[in-house]
């Protein structure tokens, strides 16, 4: 009976490690996470069968209460909130530890061996550290407690005399002859609860991916020890894996930070210094006075995302450029900008420049962070590079877009001493030849150095949110080449020539949508707008109606004030109808409308109308706006169509433009 035993936990054990082992490449990880989960649903049942549950229903209860609420929790997480969730979990196994030690130890304490009664101890302690870490690090990932490193008066000596105290106490509580005192392992779980505190406040934000590797490690190690007390293989076996994996992945983090584990667990930080080092050995030429920690003070010129002039320069960046470099950080994620950024890779792609991404290993806010985001946009695995592959190619590339990254690519790292990241190894994108960084604003990162690199000539600061920026990026490039020059589109054509453009724009189109305002109905333009849907009509073209819900001052507004001018009825496409052929769309016609064509409610949040359905007229090759003037609708948020490359500004009184539209067409 005891070899079945042993085989059917070794199988289960050798299942595990199989699916563990498909984890080295992403396109078997899906299986092997599935994998993994089925060795551990079978020793789970394994181990129901093999003892006499005195209440299954309880069990059972249990069972499904957690498995919902799990199932809730993971539901409702996105990609930026993982780090703290995988935090809450570790510290979710270092309770299950603690509680399974605790019962053991009280209700059996005389009948356990030596070794299984210290383990039992060990298990209390470390699970109760481990839960109260795990709580700071989620805390402190999650944006619930400040970032920094908290450091009380004396933080040492606190923590030497709590670990002083939890030792004390394991021999005060040891009671050979009998049970454990529950009163005595009570206090036990509290001093390590304090314990996890102490550990964890103190440190900072750039360096939680070494803590979570390491509170992995303690979960898994508190699993094994309490493996040990109740004499299972099985949690023995799968703790022991935990802790393996996570001690080593905490070796990796550290290695990547140029970091010793011990500073950074007992909270040495060092104080931001300006003074550049010397340096002996000059760079190369073509490497700048960045590298020497020499560099302008001077502030380089920011441009906000709806800025056409910055954006101009970003476009003839990357169409000049041959070879680029993606670096992501944990702006992007926090924009959930991660799917413009794949559609941007794509599209310079077909344009036929080499694009890949250069991965930091700390980047994000836990190990494979930036890893996953990019996997849930769909990025090809083979495009993403490591720091030690990619960074000998800094030099030879032609433009490094940073997106939401600041320590990972911050020279002050290898040319400042005494700061929170000397030392660290970075991604050397200040070497490419040119650089775009797409950040919310200049401030520092985590380690609170400022970032030498945004002052250089070479760079392009971009602020504002990332997913906003990509989107400006991609309608540039996009507009560039419907176009061909981004001069003949925008403010610097005169009136006379917009007409003209628009009027080209009308002939070439074969599928035009007309939207129309509340700017129509108050310049009496319907009857006008009517006769051009005719027109066009006549020359063969397809015309349709988009009518939004809102638009006007009423319901229905747009069907009365069309229906006067004898618009035909089953030419009115309500908006959910006609949003999918808008990719398909030669031209989209706006005549006084403006929030409800406003891409800002998608790409914007906070504003009076974010989240509000719009008609997606941006997604037309070509759009001609008709409105009085440029301002904002009633909502009064600015419309970034405005300033697309794809789009003909025709102001002025609607009825006026749409007339000179005819007579172009005459």
């Known amino acids: 009976m005891n070899w079945m035993h042993f085989l059917l936990d070794a199988a289960i054990i050798l299942i595990l490690i199989i699916g563990i082992r498909q984890f080295r490449a992403p396109r078997g990880a899906r299986i092997g996470n599935l994998t993994a989960a089925f060795a551990l649903v079978c020793a789970f ?21 957690g498995s919902v609420i799990g199932w809730i929790v993971a539901v409702r997480v996105n990609m930026t909130q993982i780090p703290a969730m995988v935090a809450f979990q570790h510290g979710a196994g270092g309770v299950a530890a603690f509680l399974v030690a605790f019962v053991e130890l009280t209700g059996s304490g005389a009948q356990l061996a030596t070794i299984n009664r210290v383990a039992g101890l060990l298990g209390l302690v470390i699970g109760s550290a481990t839960f109260s870490g795990s709580m700071i690090a989620s805390g402190k990932l999650g944006n619930k407690l400040k970032q920094a490193p908290t450091n009380l008066p004396v933080h040492g000596l606190f923590l030497a005399l709590n670990l002083l105290m939890i030792a004390g106490l394991c021999f005060w509580a040891w009671a050979p002859e009998g049970p454990f005192s529950a009163v005595y392992l009570l206090v036990l779980i509290i001093l390590s609860v304090l314990l996890g505190v102490l550990f964890s406040i103190r440190i900072g934000g750039a360096d939680m991916p070494v803590l979570i590797s390491f509170l992995n490690a303690t979960a898994g190690l508190a699993a094994a020890f309490c493996g040990i007390i109740i004499q299972n293989r ?15 992945l905490t070796h990796v983090m550290c290695k990547a930070m140029n970091r010793s584990l011990i ?6 930080h060092q104080k931001i210094s300006s003074k550049p080092k010397d340096v002996e050995v000059p760079p190369p030429d073509h490497v700048d006075s960045l590298a020497k920690g020499t560099f302008s003070k001077e502030p380089r010129p920011a441009f906000e995302t709806g800025k056409s002039d910055g954006m101009s320069e970003v476009a003839s960046a990357m169409k000049s450029a041959g070879k680029i470099v993606i670096i992501p950080g944990y702006g992007m994620a926090l924009a959930q900008a991660q799917f413009r950024v794949c559609e941007l890779a794509t599209r310079l792609e077909e344009m036929g420049k080499e694009v890949k991404f250069a991965i930091h290993p700390v980047a994000g806010r836990m190990p494979g962070h930036m890893n996953v985001v990019l996997a849930e946009a769909d990025v090809e695995y083979d495009k993403l590079f490591e720091m030690d592959d990619i960074n000998p190619e800094f030099r030879e590339t032609d433009l490094a877009l940073i997106v939401g990254a600041c320590d990972v690519v911050n020279p002050a790292a290898i040319s400042i001493e005494g700061t929170p990241i000397s030392g660290m190894p970075i991604l050397m994108a200040h070497e490419a030849k040119k650089v775009i960084v797409c950040n919310l604003d200049e401030k520092p990162g985590y380690s609170g150095v400022e970032n030498p690199i945004y002052q250089e000539e070479r760079t392009i600061l971009l602020l504002g949110d990332a997913r906003e920026t990509m989107e400006k990026i991609l309608a540039r490039i996009a507009g560039d080449e419907k176009q061909g020059e981004l001069s003949e589109t925008g403010e610097g054509a005169s009136g006379a020539n917009r007409i003209s453009l628009a009027v080209a724009a009308e002939n070439g189109a074969q599928k035009i949508v007309i939207i129309p305002g509340y700017g129509m109905a108050l310049a009496q333009a319907q009857f006008k707008v009517c006769e051009l849907a005719t027109r066009l009509e006549e020359m063969g073209k397809e015309v349709k109606f988009a009518i939004h819900p809102v638009a006007g001052r009423m319901p229905g507004h747009m069907n009365v004030v069309l229906a006067e001018a004898d618009v035909e009825y089953d030419k009115l496409f309500e908006m959910d109808d006609i949003n999918p052929e808008f990719r398909e769309t030669d031209l989209a016609l706006i005549v006084g409308a403006c929030d409800v064509v406003n891409p800002a409610a998608i790409s914007i949040e906070g504003t009076p109308i974010s989240g509000m359905p719009i008609l997606m007229a941006h997604e037309a090759k070509k759009v001609i706006v008709c409105n009085l003037d440029e301002k904002p609708g009633y909502s009064g948020v600015e419309n970034p169509l405005y300033r697309e490359a794809s789009t003909i500004l025709l102001l002025g009184d609607a009825k006026g433009t749409i007339t000179e539209l005819i007579n172009g067409l005459d």
């Open 45 to 65: 049942l394994l181990v129901l069968l093999r003892n006499n549950i005195l209440a299954p229903e309880i069990v059972l209860i249990a069972l499904v209460v």
């Open 234 to 248: 099985l949690l023995i076996a799968c703790g022991a894996t935990v802790a393996a994996s996570g001690s080593i």
């Open 263 to 268: 500073k950074v667990f007992i909270g040495i």
